[in-house]
């Protein structure tokens, strides 16, 4: 387990400002929008920002942000500015209701969607004829891109990283709820905020008379969104298609990072030490650092405080060297 040199000694904080503190977006960068072919309900948006020097290094990298997050959100910002810094492409995708697209889309997000990024992910690649990618998540995003990579191989990924993803849809929820008041009201009000655009973009569909009464928590309000809007039989059948433990991560081919913290107050080390790993996996567990927080007391080489997006560049750049080392977290 490694230390890294962090400022903030409050979990809670950590991942505020690891997430939240203002970060402007460096390199030069294109909004478009593709809709999936044969598919209805499939129109997505993203922001793409070309290699600087495709000749040296036509690599992408592909970004899915957080529950409630977006593109634009500064842990993606930033590990765009870290990126492109070192050379690499990269590519960020707004999933379904998130950065303001609620329009874009009839059918709700969840965080069971990883077919339908799985499918984007593969229209964005062939739009821009994109030979080779590595795909970096965070939290629910880390935890799709492991759905997605255990349950196709595609040659053109090279590399996978896994920033603060959850083992267990349930037990995320619970620790969000339970861990810290300040965090959970500000995540149920953006849940709340999420599910009112929506109503207002298509009022025919969406009411939310059911969740009157109904404690603001967002374990309670997401379990009754399961089978009110999400499609679910049961919150059960929803976890159970959310959760790590349900998919074959051993069949993830390419070289792959885990980072997460023991303080992470979202998701935790010990689930994520019992599911089935492939052999290539390596970890950066660490004891302060939050959720996608890490947020370093020195300026990281890259001139970022950002400490978890430099470690997935630095393995990215080894992977694509082919220079299969173990890091080392400096």
Excluded at 53 to 74: C, E, F, R, S, T
Excluded at 107 to 130: G, M, Y
Aim: aromatic share 12%.
């Amino acid at each position: 387990m490694f230390q890294p040199p962090v400022f903030l000694k409050s979990s809670v904080l950590q991942s505020y400002f690891g997430a939240y503190f203002p970060t402007c977006c460096c390199a030069p960068t294109k909004r478009e929008q593709i809709t999936l072919p044969d598919e209805e309900d499939m129109t997505f948006e993203y922001f793409i920002s070309p290699p600087r020097d495709p000749q040296k290094n036509n690599h992408y990298v592909i970004l899915l942000h957080g529950w409630l997050g977006n593109a634009m959100i500064p842990y993606m910002k930033d590990m765009t500015n870290q990126a492109y810094k070192e050379g690499f492409g990269v590519i960020r995708i707004n999933q379904r209701d998130h950065g303001g697209n609620e329009a874009l889309t009839k059918k709700p997000f969840h965080t069971a969607r990883h077919k339908e990024v799985s499918l984007l992910i593969d229209a964005i690649v062939k739009e821009h004829n994109v030979e080779s990618y590595s795909l970096v998540g965070f939290s629910v995003g880390a935890s799709t891109a492991l759905r997605i990579a255990s349950l196709k191989q595609d040659l053109r990924l090279k590399t996978i990283v896994a920033i603060s993803p959850y083992a267990h849809l349930e037990k995320a929820l619970t620790n969000i709820d339970n861990n810290s008041a300040v965090q959970r009201r500000f995540l149920y009000r953006r849940l709340i905020r999420q599910m009112k655009r929506k109503t207002k973009v298509y009022p025919n569909l969406y009411q939310f008379d059911f969740l009157e009464g109904v404690p603001k928590r967002c374990l309670e309000t997401i379990r009754l969104l399961a089978t009110h809007h999400y499609g679910f039989r049961s919150a059960e059948e929803y976890f159970a298609a959310s959760d790590l433990t349900n998919f074959p991560l051993q069949n993830i081919h390419v070289p792959l990072l885990v980072i997460a913290s023991h303080d992470d107050p979202i998701s935790d080390i010990p689930n994520l030490k019992t599911l089935n790993w492939p052999k290539n996996a390596q970890f950066l567990f660490t004891e302060k650092g939050g959720h996608v927080g890490f947020v370093s007391r020195k300026r990281l080489p890259t001139g970022s405080f950002r400490w978890a997006q430099y470690q997935a560049v630095k393995f990215i750049q080894l992977q694509t060297l082919n220079r299969n080392k173990t890091i080392s977290p400096s």
